[in-house]
């Protein structure tokens, strides 16, 4: 009778982990200081995250053409700004 509480348990217990998000709860990407200027020929993708229930702000994450590491940047910052309007521009002419 006790193996069959214990079993019960543990399948509960791997039930509850299997709908767990895998994101950090109640964390952004972007802690501490980003960049307010990248070169525009080192980026490889350029990701805006927008405002979520786990992360109050709009992030940045740009990923870098030679090492593929991802840094954060400044979405408040003139070089951000620019490169948002200019996607956002290509879009509304593609459609």
């Known amino acids: 009778m006790n193996s069959t509480a214990v079993l019960f348990a543990v399948f509960l217990l ?12 109640g964390r ?5 200081s980003s960049a307010d ?5 080192r980026i490889e993708k350029f990701e805006v995250i927008p405002a979520s229930p786990m992360c109050q702000q709009i ?5 870098m053409k030679d090492t593929a590491e991802e840094r954060c940047m400044n979405p408040k910052s003139k ?6 309007s200019n996607l956002l521009k290509k879009r509304s002419s593609q459609k």
């Open 14 to 25: 791997f039930a509850a982990v299997e709908g767990s998000p895998l994101y950090n709860k």
């Open 28 to 32: 952004c990407r972007c802690i501490g």
């Open 37 to 41: 200027f990248i070169h525009l020929k």
């Open 59 to 63: 992030e940045i994450v740009v990923t």
């Open 79 to 84: 070089q951000a700004q620019n490169i948002i």
